[in-house]
């Protein structure tokens, strides 16, 4: 299995790097928070780094650091708009349940 991107995504993504004038590909990772025990973390790459899974979708590369990768092993990222709001919003087929906000998420 491996974490992808959209097709809007990946465009995003393309963009943000070309804009940044480096960088590697997307970092995405999960951490302990929230009220429902893990949110998702964010950042442009600019080194791949000894414990990072790098999967390449689109033309995009997306790092996972190692002690992420199984709770996040096949989730779509994606990108969308809704009225004024864009954002990144994830498909994981391992979230069990949500917190009200959508900030933090249970596998």
Known sequence: MSVSITASAAEHISKCLKDRGQGEGLRVKVK??????????????????????????????????????????????????????????FNNPRVKDECGCGESFSV
Not at 64 to 75: H, R
């Open 32 to 89: 302990p928070s929230g009220c429902s025990g893990y949110s998702y973390v964010l950042d442009f790459a600019d080194h791949i780094e000894a414990n990072d899974e790098v999967f390449e979708d689109q033309g995009v590369k997306i790092l996972v650091d190692k002690d992420s990768l199984p709770i996040l092993e096949g989730t779509e990222v994606d990108y969308v708009q809704e009225g004024l709001n864009r954002f990144f919003r």
